[in-house]
């Protein structure tokens, strides 16, 4: 093949790797000479160059529409980088300006990085938006952080009411229930978490916490047998419970075991009024039905009362 054919041929390369166009033009100005050679010896070096790109890529030039950057937000948030979605939020708005769906992004950021009262702030410019739940469900989150469990069951309920399908906000509400000293409140919110969503850990793990505060223990051993529940899971579920009916527990921070992804290191943190990562759940799904107990009786069990869902 001639020298001039072999130019030719580079042309859609340097169309596919932007990146490269350096060196591609110095190739040209050669004339192409010793081309096999100079593209063997750059072709790693620019394939790492086109991974370490990737990111920059698809933040970068790629993304030309508001929409395509808030995914780009929320995957990056998926992932727990709350510190560098920050900085995209930064960028996308300076491109295109302030959304409520921007707003919303920015203030669970802020919530995940330890930054309470500018996250309160940006929680309540949701307010009178389409994603207002989302800001009474971001304003009760940080209420649970602080303890004050009586003002997060009222703004997490103001969350549910506009938006009632929704599992994890359930699960939280139920949660924050408990911990207010509504016992009995926290049933329903509860059940319909795990029915809404039978797959989700934390709608398990709350349940569960139910189960054992109001002595149901055959079924919460029976829940978290069916789900697969680690044995760090149920120490910790038993232990949240046991603080919950010692004098003083509704008060008091409940101290659960940390997940293998943050080193085994306890944390002091509510079940659920905080992301959950518990391990060890299987894919089998369940959804238990309960009564409340008579007078603080464990109630009887049977295995039919676990019916199980499809996988």
């Given at each position: ?16 790797l ?23 010896a750059?072709a ?10 990737a990111a ?16 780009l937000?929320e995957?990056m948030?998926?992932?727990?980088l ?11 708005e ?6 409520p ?15 309470a ?51 994890l906000l ?20 509860l ?22 505060v109001?002595?149901q ?5 029976a ?7 680690s ?5 910790a ?8 009916r ?12 940390a ?15 905080k ?15 309960t009564?409340?107990?008579a007078?603080?009786a ?14």
């Amino acid at each position: 093949m001639k020298p001039s054919a072999l130019c030719m041929g580079l042309q859609p390369a340097r169309r596919v790797l932007a990146f490269a166009t350096a060196a591609a033009v110095s190739l040209s100005a050669a004339g192409c000479a010793g081309l096999k050679d100079q593209y063997a010896a750059s072709a790693d070096a620019q394939q790492r160059k086109a991974a370490e790109a990737a990111a920059d890529t698809k933040a970068g030039a790629s993304v030309d529409t508001q929409a395509t950057y808030l995914r780009l937000v929320e995957q990056m948030q998926k992932e727990d980088l709350w510190f560098a979605s920050l900085a995209h939020i930064d960028a996308l708005e300076q491109r295109w300006s302030v959304s409520p769906e921007s707003s919303r992004a920015r203030a669970e950021a802020l919530r995940q990085t330890g930054q309470a009262a500018a996250a309160e702030t940006a929680y309540k410019r949701l307010m009178g938006t389409p994603l207002e739940s989302a800001g009474y469900r971001g304003l009760g989150l940080l209420a649970g952080a602080r303890g004050n469990y009586a003002e997060a069951v009222q703004l997490l309920s103001q969350a549910q009411r506009r938006t009632p399908t929704d599992a994890l906000l359930l699960s939280d509400l139920g949660y924050a229930q408990l911990r207010a000293g509504q016992i009995d409140q926290a049933r329903l919110p509860l059940m319909q978490a795990l029915q809404l969503r039978p797959d989700s850990t934390q709608a398990q793990a709350n349940l569960a916490l139910y189960l054992e505060v109001t002595n149901q223990r055959d079924q919460a051993t029976a829940l978290m047998d069916a789900n697969r529940m680690s044995e760090t899971t149920r120490m910790a579920v038993r232990e949240a419970a046991q603080q919950l009916r010692a004098p003083g527990g509704l008060a008091a921070p409940i101290v659960a075991a940390a997940p293998a992804s943050t080193r085994g290191e306890p944390i002091v943190a509510p079940l659920a009024l905080k992301p959950s990562r518990w391990t060890g759940a299987g894919s089998t799904r369940t959804a238990i039905q309960t009564n409340p107990p008579a007078s603080n009786a464990e109630a009887p069990f049977s295995p039919n009362s676990i019916p199980r869902g499809t996988p």
